[in-house]
């Protein structure tokens, strides 16, 4: 759809913004230029609407070489929003958003319609806002006006330049969950620049990452997330996104340990029913002299068998349960835990001493934790 | 002489010359409008200009500004060796100094509108006339229209100077009442002469409310 050929651009003062850059942006894809301030991705961008011209190597759309397109023509048939919004203060919402389909002097009463059915496609009603102006609307409602207008002419392409990087927290996620509708609705081709990770992963199919004028990594979201092309972007990404990729956000496993109670092999049954009781558990982790695991003796078990005096609770242990070292995950935990239909797993060290337990209210601590940490 | 003498005075005086004030006025107006309609015709598009070649600003404006700091009686006798006496010449010479303001009104105007209205407009497929004309131009509207106002303000006081080189209007009355010591015939020319500055900067301040667009009207 959009291709660069060994793109350069080198300003007046010998500052090379673009190095050769080699670039494809599929048919009806959303690609995200991401990069730190200075890496190029706006000049990237806005040279596929010949705002500004590469000093080497060509741009082709649809296999077309845009180099001797009349940018007048060629930017009506490309949508632009931009992060200053810039809507014309001096013209009605409705005007605003008919501005491209009118400079291509196309029929009013097709494109008034077509207007009112973007608004409703924003959640703006039509009849209320159209003949408003833009000073009257709130932020975001400003932006999806810029966003709609973008539309209005129906291009295929779209350029967004930090379209939601000016907005507060929760019109930005609003407009990145519309802006992702309107993809999937429209098959629209949109090359989109951020330098906002989060928003990137949120909503690209592909990101490309940007350093010093050169293409660091171009990939999808998943497979930057997995194989990180260097450090640069490793620290790009950060280190906490990398992490609570593989999840979320699992703190350590020793911060959901719960103490075992234990008893030893040589013990009677008497004294376990003591444990028990005392203790209000349904099971006792076994153990011998040295604190080493030797399995799970069951409430079950112990009444079952109180009967007979010789038996030591050595003579009734089961070793079918779940263990996991003290150094492996919670994630793994928790998995053994469902697995294991026991309601909890082991924690051992190295030695197979017993370290504690993890169990379904561990699970649920977390959840919580988790829950609790994001509001 | 106290107040009342020189109001009567003033009255009666305008009455008895009635004529000849309304001469005065006439074509008082006439060069006063004359010339702003040239300072307007050549101002907003040089104005336009060098907004688009900035190079040329700085020295354009300093140059209308170097006009503007020549005293006004001064500036209307340099124009005699060249214009001769009459209408002509004071004209030229007012249009001169109403430049300045309308000039420098535009260019400011159009140099400080929205940076991101301008942006937008040109990357969705403005033509750069239609950044001007459906852009620039609404938005710096009321700035360039401030300008017109302080020209026109300026230029019907300083054409009363314009009677020194022959070209008639309120300062004759003036004049003529400071020759004979007639300060009821100064009022004459002076009253008219402020009634009329006051009386089209109030039209200008309402041309420029109907002409801002009404999502900029405070």
Known sequence: ?375 | MNGESLLSSFINTTIERWPMVLDSILSHLSISLMSLAIAVLIGIPLGIFITRHRKFASVIIKIASVFQTIPSVALLGFMIPFFGIGRKPAVIALTIYALLPILQNTYTGIVNCDEAAKEAGKGMGMTSFQVLYMIEIPLSLSIIMAGIRTATVMTIGVATLASLIGAGGLGDLIFRGIASVNPGLILTGAVPSAVLAVLFDSIFRFLERQLTPKGLRK
């Open chain 1, 1 to 375: 759809m959009i291709e660069f050929k060994e793109v350069s651009k080198v300003y007046e003062d010998n500052f090379e913004v673009l190095k050769n850059i080699n670039l494809r942006v599929n048919k009806g894809e959303l690609l995200v230029l991401i990069g730190p301030s200075g890496c190029g991705k706006t000049t990237t961008m806005k040279m596929i609407n010949r705002l500004i011209d590469p000093t080497k190597g060509e741009i082709f759309i649809n296999g077309n070489s845009i180099k001797h397109r009349n940018p007048v023509e060629l930017r009506r048939n490309i949508g632009y929003v931009i992060q200053q919004i810039g809507l014309f203060p001096h013209m009605t919402i409705q005007d605003n958003v008919a501005l491209v389909p009118k400079l291509k002097k196309q029929d009013p009463k097709k494109y008034l319609k077509k207007v009112d059915e973007l608004l409703e496609m924003v959640g703006l009603d039509p009849e209320i806002y159209k003949n408003r102006y833009p000073t009257e609307l709130s932020g975001g409602q400003q932006q999806r006006i810029g966003v709609i207008r973008a539309l209005a002419a129906d291009p295929p392409i779209i350029l967004m330049d930090e379209p939601f990087s000016a907005l507060d927290p929760i019109s930005r996620e609003q407009l990145q969950d519309e802006l992702l509708n309107l993809h999937n609705k429209l098959d629209k081709t949109i090359v989109f620049v951020t330098h906002d990770m989060d928003e990137a992963l949120k909503i690209a199919d592909r990101i490309c990452i940007m350093r010093e004028g050169e293409i660091v990594q171009l990939n999808t979201a998943e497979e930057i997330l997995r194989h990180p092309a260097n450090d640069f972007v490793k620290n790009f990404i950060g280190e906490k996104r990398l992490n609570s990729y593989n999840g979320f956000d699992f703190p350590p496993i020793d911060e959901f340990i719960s103490k075992a109670i234990t008893i030893r092999e040589d013990k009677g049954l008497a004294e376990a029913i003591n444990q028990l009781r005392q203790n209000r558990v349904d099971s006792l982790i076994v153990v011998n002299k040295s604190n080493q695991y030797k399995g799970v003796a069951s409430s079950w078990d112990i009444y079952r068998n109180y009967n007979d005096e010789k038996l030591k609770i050595k003579d009734i242990v089961r070793t079918d349960y779940a263990c996991i070292k003290e150094n492996d995950s919670v994630e793994k935990a928790l998995i053994m835990i469902k697995e294991s239909n026991k309601g909890y797993v082991l924690v051992l060290d190295d030695n197979k001493k017993v370290k504690g337990v993890i169990t379904n209210g561990s699970l649920v601590k977390l959840l919580a934790n988790k829950v609790i940490k994001d509001n």
